[in-house]
C-alpha cells in the first residue's frame, strides 16, 4: 500500500500545486502529515479490502465450507 | 558433415585401444594433417564396421530379452481420465460436507490398513467435526503416556492432540498382516501419487472383474489397469452401499471414491482453502496495481509519445552560388 502511494504521490503533487486551497492536498505539505496518511490509509484500506474480500470468497464458495454446514451438527448435539 | 565427425570420433575410439599416447598424438595434430590423412577406403570400412556392431547389439539385445519392451503401459499403468474436480478450481474451497463423508469412508473402510499417521483430531475440528465429535472419537482410543514415577508407560484415552491412531504396530506387522505388502500411509497420498486426485479415483473404482484374457495376474494381487505394472495387492473395497452415509448421500462406489479422494486431498493440503483465498486476494490487489502502473507510465510518458517530428527542409533560395 506503501508503494501504491509513493506511486501516485508526484502526480497528486502535480494537482496540489494547482488547488493549493483544497483541503485535502494539506497532507501533502509536512511529511509527518503525508507519513501518517499513508499509514492511516494503508490500515484502513487493509481491514476493509480483507473483510470484502473475505465477503466475495464466501460468495464463491457458498455452501462449501464448515461454516455452511455447521449448524447442523452443533445444534444436533446441544 | 555430421557422418563425417561420427565416423572420426569412431575411429578415434578404435586407435584409443592401442595406447594413451597415440590419442593424444592425435588430438594434437588434428587441425594440421587428421583430415587430409584419412584415405576413403579407410573411412568405408570404420562405417561398415560401426554398422555392424550397432546392428549386431541390437540382435543380441532381442535374443536375450525378446522384445525392447521397457516403459510399456502395462508398467507405467494407464493414465488417469482427467475428472473435473470442483475443488481443484481456482477459487473454490473443499466441499466440507464431502470431505464429512470421505472422513467416514476412510475410518470405516481405508482405516483397517491403511495409516493417517500425520492427521490429529484437533486438524478435524473446524473442517469436518466439531470439537465434541473429534474428542468422542479421539477417547475411543488409547494412547501411552509419558513414564510415570516407576518408570512405567500406562495408556490413557486420546486427546485432541494426538494423531490418528495406525492400523498396525510397525511396517514388519503390516507387510505381515497383508501377504508381504504394505499399505502405504495415506496422509500425503495425494501429493504423493503421479495423477494425484484423478489417479487414486480412477484405481478405485477401475477394478474389472475379471482380468482381461492374456494378463498374468501374480498370486495374492489383483489385476488394476491404472496400477503401474497392473497386479496390485489391495482388492476392490468399494462396493455400492459399503458405507451409510450421514447426510443421506446414495452410497455409490463412484460417490465414496469421490468423497475420500477429496478427503485425502484435503489431508495432503489442509491449508488449501486459506492458501487460495489469500491467493485470490494477492491476484485482485496486484492486478490492480499492474493497471496502475500502466497508467502511471503512460502519463509520464505522453510527452515523449504524442510528440511530432517534423521536417523542416531548407528554403529555397532564390540566389544561387
Not at chain 1, 494547482?18 to 487493509?46: C, D, M, P, Q
Request: with cysteine; glycine share 6%.
Amino acid at each position: 500500500m506503501v508503494r501504491l502511494f509513493c506511486a501516485l504521490s508526484p502526480i497528486v503533487w502535480e494537482h496540489a500545486n494547482a488547488n493549493r486551497a483544497f483541503s485535502i492536498y494539506i497532507l501533502f505539505r509536512k511529511n509527518t502529515a503525508f507519513l501518517g496518511a499513508v499509514f492511516a490509509g494503508a490500515f484502513a484500506f487493509e481491514v476493509a479490502y480483507d473483510n470484502g474480500m473475505d465477503k466475495v470468497w464466501d460468495k464463491i464458495n457458498k455452501g462449501r465450507q464448515w461454516k455452511d454446514i455447521r449448524h447442523k451438527y452443533v445444534e444436533a448435539e446441544e | 558433415m555430421l557422418a563425417r565427425t561420427a565416423l572420426r570420433s569412431t575411429r578415434t575410439f578404435a586407435s584409443a585401444k592401442n595406447g594413451a599416447f597415440q590419442f593424444a598424438k592425435r588430438s594434437a595434430s588434428t587441425q594440421s594433417s587428421g583430415a587430409a590423412a584419412e584415405s576413403p577406403l579407410r573411412l568405408n570400412i570404420a562405417a561398415a564396421a560401426a554398422t555392424a556392431v550397432a546392428a549386431g547389439s541390437i540382435a543380441w539385445y532381442y535374443h536375450l530379452y525378446g522384445s525392447a519392451s521397457a516403459m510399456t503401459p502395462a508398467e507405467e499403468g494407464l493414465h488417469a481420465t482427467k475428472y473435473p474436480w470442483v475443488h481443484q478450481q481456482w477459487f473454490k474451497t473443499f466441499d466440507h460436507q464431502a470431505l464429512r463423508r470421505g472422513f467416514q469412508v476412510y475410518r470405516e473402510v481405508c482405516a483397517s490398513c491403511h495409516s493417517l499417521s500425520r492427521v490429529p483430531y484437533r486438524a478435524l475440528v473446524g473442517t469436518i467435526l466439531t470439537v465434541d465429535e473429534a474428542k468422542a472419537l479421539a477417547e475411543e482410543n488409547e494412547y501411552d503416556t509419558e513414564p510415570n514415577d516407576q518408570g512405567e508407560i500406562e495408556k490413557r484415552p486420546g486427546k485432541l492432540s494426538d494423531y490418528l491412531p495406525d492400523p498396525y504396530k510397525n511396517d514388519e506387522a503390516a507387510r505381515f498382516a497383508n501377504n508381504g505388502a504394505l499399505p502405504p500411509d495415506l496422509s500425503l497420498i495425494v501429493k504423493a501419487r503421479h495423477g494425484g486426485c484423478d489417479y487414486i479415483f480412477s484405481l478405485l473404482t477401475g477394478y474389472p472383474d475379471e482380468p482381461p484374457a492374456g494378463a498374468s495376474v501374480g498370486a495374492g494381487l489383483n489385476f488394476n489397469p491404472y496400477f503401474p505394472g497392473t497386479g496390485i495387492a489391495m482388492a476392490r473395497v468399494l462396493y455400492d452401499g459399503l458405507v451409510d452415509y450421514e447426510d443421506g448421500t446414495p452410497a455409490s462406489t463412484s460417490q465414496m471414491a469421490k468423497d475420500v479422494v477429496e478427503f485425502l486431498n484435503w489431508a495432503a493440503e489442509p491449508e488449501m482453502d486459506d492458501r487460495k483465498r489469500m491467493g485470490m486476494k494477492v491476484l485482485v490487489v496486484t492486478s490492480v496495481l499492474f493497471a496502475m502502473s500502466v497508467w502511471v507510465k503512460r502519463y509520464k510518458w505522453a510527452w515523449l509519445k504524442s510528440r511530432k517530428i517534423v521536417y523542416d527542409p531548407p528554403k529555397e533560395s532564390a540566389t544561387r552560388h
